[in-house]
């Protein structure tokens, strides 16, 4: 699976297994789509730069995270600095989604989506993490350079956030 020998197109494979989830992750991270496009591409030109680091004791998949969730985390502190900070303590200001993603998401996930960027920095991550990508506790932990329990209690809290915020703004449909 990791071919040392040629990681020029171990990237592109990757590139095309994984690059619409890592888009979708970092879009849901800084709510801006060209920025999320961008930073999804300089997800892979590290990984590229950064090749030979990867050991294979871990998923692609989550190596890669790892990677888009640290080149997003230098974007927002380059950015501005105060509001890499308060991005801490205040939900995202997230772009409509155009009609189209409307109907490829279907009102359900937009709906989710929506309530989601509402959320503080970290549960967010760790709910799109766990509950949308499915990623392990332990993948998940890694990704975010977390211990395993600090995942769990994050994403209890977190879930149960959301399950209010939800609730408060009228959604009748279970979310588990």
């Given at each position: 699976m990791h071919d040392s020998n040629n990681p020029e197109q171990q990237i592109k494979e990757w590139y095309q297994q994984y690059s619409n989830h890592i888009f979708r992750y970092i879009l849901v991270i800084v709510g801006e789509r060209e920025q999320a496009r961008d930073l999804m591409q300089e997800t892979y030109v590290k990984a590229f730069k950064n090749y030979q680091t990867f050991k294979g004791d871990s998923n692609p998949k989550t190596w890669l995270f790892r990677i888009?969730?640290?080149?997003?985390?230098?974007?927002?502190?380059?950015?501005?600095?105060?509001?890499?900070?308060?991005?801490?303590?205040?939900?995202?200001?997230?772009?409509?989604s155009s009609p189209q993603e409307v109907v490829e998401l279907g009102e359900d996930i937009e709906y989710l989506y929506n309530v989601l960027s509402q959320l503080k920095k970290n549960y967010r991550e760790v709910i799109v993490l766990r509950k949308i990508k499915e990623f392990s506790i332990?993948?998940?932990?890694?990704?975010?350079?977390?211990?395993?329990?600090?995942?769990?209690?994050?994403?209890?809290?977190?879930?149960?956030?959301?399950r209010q915020e939800m609730v408060k703004e009228g959604y009748t449909n279970e979310f588990k």
């Open positions: 888009a969730r640290n080149v997003t985390i230098d974007y927002q502190r380059k950015k501005k600095p105060i509001f890499y900070f308060l991005d801490s303590f205040a939900p995202i200001k997230s772009n409509e332990k993948e998940t932990a890694f990704i975010l350079g977390w211990k395993e329990s600090r995942v769990k209690t994050t994403l209890h809290r977190g879930l149960e956030l959301l």
